[in-house]
């Protein structure tokens, strides 16, 4: 029996910049906050041959598992916790604001 679907995120970096960023129904965005919540594999698919599409733009696609508070996607796994944070090496880039 195959795996049921959980709630994902198409995740990359940016190529001239490196930063991660986040599929939203309208481009990219640097903040998880707005990507855009993929819940059918189909679409999912779709979305990842679109972004991959991309190499002008993005390199590393992948999708993402998230959680859901609300409308608000989470991630399920430390290394995207790390990724949608930045570097942790000293406060720059998105650790700036905190």
Known sequence: MPKPFTPKVVTANALLE???IYQTTAGWSRDLKDAE?????????LRM???GAQVDLVVG??????????DTPRPT???EDFRATGPSNYA???QEHV
């Open 92 to 94: 720059h880039g998105k």
């Open 18 to 20: 490196g930063d991660v």
């Open 61 to 70: 696609v992948y999708l993402a598992d998230v959680s859901l508070e609300g």
């Open 37 to 45: 919540i993929l819940t059918d594999e189909a679409h999912a698919d």
């Open 49 to 51: 041959i679109e972004a």
């Open 77 to 79: 796994h430390f290394r």
